[in-house]
């Protein structure tokens, strides 16, 4: 931390007028700094004898403040990169000319066509991208828009150039493959009319010096193909990942990372909140996965990565990028985010001094309104009554959640069919905020319009969409709201998942996954009913997550598909019939007699969460979480077959998977709790507290 930052911490009477006058918690800015930093990534361009221009990434802080000191700053040499409409809407309306503002990222019509009506430079991702500027730009008879083409998927192995480097590339989420750039070049060819080639660009998902150097090299190279076609372009741009050094001692970072790891193993106690591993994980005492960290020791960062990289050589061409910018005069862009607003400000807050806090955890992960013995439930009655001064942001409850849909996802579909409502709405039915809210507004257009609520099946899991049994504890979940309630798989949802990603370039997660599978399904049998002579009909589901987010769940379900070889046993593999077939369940009490006087008794393994378990259990019953618990019967049987076993969940649907899979495996004696947990409490069956 640096002055003026640390003099103002130091000021702590100062601080505490500002809490006290403007509340808790308060964002205070220096945006003096912001300029200041600007100036020194500028002072690295001077030193290279380079011109050029520092954009500031605007999504790294959404301050105003922030924004209007950098349209008071030197307009040659600085101006600011925005990712979205609100963004281009933000600078212009806090000064910032648009001749000095770059328009990146994902753009739909809206944003792009604000894009060429003000004169923005526009960062173009692909050839579909370009089309739909240039047509704009003709449409609406738009001066020529300043275009520069951003490239990515720099391969080093193997090359032409003969420098005989290998550099390992993560593929980045923007911008052309350089080994299309000949197509995108013969598209600028035929747009001159519109557009107008001022330069190349990238886009890397990594902060490797090497990789870097290598994707300037070669955007040099590009840049050379277009002046021989007769194109005129002066700029090349390189992003961001500048990066910020947070912790100044290396050391202290690798003893932080260090005592990470170590939690994970269990060697120390954890260092997080329920200690997360931030993507490590510990199986079978070895860590496996990576640290989704922000590194927060970096020996170079900010302007001094940028004269690094700089200074470093090129692989094919032997001389330092600064030096093959200077011998081609073209100027230099850089858009650092993060870096810029580096000592730019602080977030004050207040804090219960002496407090203390005790985790009262819930019986389910969904609250059950009718159960008083489950504090979530009570927290919900308190906060949730009329007249409470509270704000209960719980989703399964909070008409909010209804309402927010209503206001923007449904109205957001009638637009984009051009006022009209769809024939069939499917949905993926978790906290039923959605369907509920967009469901009434296409109902509003047009009441005929068909609601598919789509569901998990029972004793299956995915992520964000509930089983029916689950879903009838969900507040907002209303059945009238379906005209029809249909089950999916995980194995469907992981294929549909499959199909979004590699047939339309959607990078779904499992929940749009099932909202596809669930709608091609329902659809491929009401087609086969229409007449050929019916006007064609129109269909929506929304693909509300993204791959990322799922892969453990992906690879715990299809490691193949990550490199990995299927492992062992699995209950995804199990149909219903084969669950009906071979897994036994027992009622309540002929469960309580075989506990009680069995010979042996059996062992009682409870399938629920630590915290589920920890508010109510049943006397004696092991807990081994659901997922550990599929990691261990990979493994072979987790039990002797000399002792019988009783598993529970829930409400009976996972227990009865696995009893059945364990007795598959050759387990004499599984049997599995019907109806769980739950089942269990409504009998007056004894439980217990941890």
């Given at each position: ?204 998902d990594t902060t490797a010096l090497a990789e870097k150097v290598r994707a300037l090299e070669r955007c040099v190279t590009v840049m050379d193909e277009c002046r021989a076609r007769g194109l005129a372009p002066r700029v090349i741009d390189i992003g961001g990942g500048f990066g910020v050094g947070y ?213 299956d899991f995915i992520p964000g969409i509930r089983t029916i049994d689950e879903v009838r504890q969900v507040g907002l979940f209303d059945p009238a709201t379906y005209d029809t309630i249909e089950s999916v798989t995980s194995e469907e949802a992981i294929d549909g998942m499959l199909t979004l990603i ?189």
């Amino acid at each position: 931390m640096e002055p003026p930052l640390t003099a103002l911490l130091d000021d702590a009477p100062f601080l505490h007028s500002l809490v006290d006058a403007l509340g808790s918690p308060l964002n205070v800015l220096l945006p003096e700094r912001i300029a200041e930093n600007a100036d020194r990534f500028r002072a690295v361009l001077r030193d290279h004898r380079l011109a050029g221009r520092v954009y500031y990434a605007h999504k790294a802080n959404r301050s105003s403040a922030l924004v209007r000191r950098l349209a008071a700053a030197d307009p040659a040499g600085v101006g600011v990169d925005v990712a979205s409409l609100g963004e281009l809407r933000h600078v212009l309306g806090s000064g910032v000319t648009p001749d000095r503002i770059m328009a990146t990222g994902p753009k739909d019509p809206e944003f792009l066509l604000l894009a060429a009506r003000t004169g923005a430079t526009v960062n173009v991702d692909s050839g579909g991208e370009l089309e739909q500027l240039a047509g704009m730009v003709r449409k609406y008879d738009l001066p020529r828009t300043d275009v520069l083409l951003r490239l990515s998927a720099f391969e080093a192995a193997g090359d032409s150039t003969g420098a005989g480097v290998r550099v390992l590339s993560r593929r980045s989420r923007f911008g052309t493959p350089v080994g299309e750039a000949g197509e995108l070049l013969s598209a600028v060819e035929r747009h001159r009319d519109a557009v107008e080639l001022t330069g190349v660009a990238y886009h890397l998902d990594t902060t490797a010096l090497a990789e870097k150097v290598r994707a300037l090299e070669r955007c040099v190279t590009v840049m050379d193909e277009c002046r021989a076609r007769g194109l005129a372009p002066r700029v090349i741009d390189i992003g961001g990942g500048f990066g910020v050094g947070y912790v100044a001692d290396a050391g202290q970072w690798e003893r932080y990372t260090t005592a990470l790891t170590e939690s994970v193993l269990g060697i120390r106690p954890p260092l997080t909140w329920r200690g997360y591993g931030y993507g490590l994980r510990n199986e079978g005492g070895t860590v496996r996965g990576a640290a989704a960290l922000y590194p927060a020791h970096r020996p170079t960062a900010g302007p001094g990565y940028l004269d690094e990289l700089l200074s470093q050589t090129a692989p094919a061409l032997g001389r330092p990028p600064a030096t093959l910018l200077l011998e081609h005069l073209y100027d230099l862009y850089v858009e650092p985010g993060r870096a810029l607003v580096d000592q730019c400000g602080l977030s004050l807050a207040r804090v219960l001094d002496g407090a203390e806090i005790e985790e009262l955890p819930g019986q389910s992960e969904c609250l059950d309104p009718t159960d008083t013995d489950d504090p979530l439930t009570r927290f919900h009655q308190v906060l949730s009554q009329p007249g409470s001064e509270y704000v209960h942001t719980d989703q399964y409850f909070n008409p909010r959640n209804t309402e927010a849909h209503a206001a923007g996802t449904g109205p957001e579909i009638v637009k984009d069919l051009d006022g009209r409502a769809p024939d069939w709405f499917i949905a993926c039915v978790g906290t039923a905020g959605s369907s509920t809210g967009v469901a009434r507004v296409l109902r509003e257009h047009d009441p005929e319009v068909q609601v598919l609520g789509l569901v998990a099946q029972k004793s299956d899991f995915i992520p964000g969409i509930r089983t029916i049994d689950e879903v009838r504890q969900v507040g907002l979940f209303d059945p009238a709201t379906y005209d029809t309630i249909e089950s999916v798989t995980s194995e469907e949802a992981i294929d549909g998942m499959l199909t979004l990603i590699r047939r339309c370039g959607l990078l779904s997660g499992p929940t749009g996954g099932a909202a596809y599978q669930g709608a091609i399904r329902h659809l491929r049998a009401v087609d086969e009913e229409l007449p050929e002579s019916e006007p064609r009909r129109t269909a929506v589901f929304v693909v509300c997550d993204r791959a990322e987010s799922y892969l453990s769940y992906v690879r715990q379900r299809r490691p193949e598909l990550l490199g990995s070889p299927r492992r062992g046993p699995s209950v995804t593999a199990l149909t219903e019939a084969d669950v009906r077939a071979e897994g036994k369940a027992i009622g309540t009490d002929d469960a309580r007699r075989w506990i009680t006087g069995g010979e042996p008794p059996p062992l009682v393994v409870d399938l629920r969460g630590p915290h589920a378990y920890a508010a109510l259990h049943i006397e004696g019953s092991v807990n081994i979480v659901d997922e550990i618990f599929e990691e261990l019967v990979r493994g072979g049987l987790p039990f002797s077959k000399r002792r019988p076993v009783l598993l529970s969940c829930p409400v009976g649907e996972k227990s009865a998977r696995y009893a059945a899979l364990l007795t598959r495996m050759g387990h004499p004696d599984v049997r599995s709790l019907a109806g769980g947990i739950v089942a269990w409490r409504d009998a007056g069956a004894p439980l217990v507290r941890e």
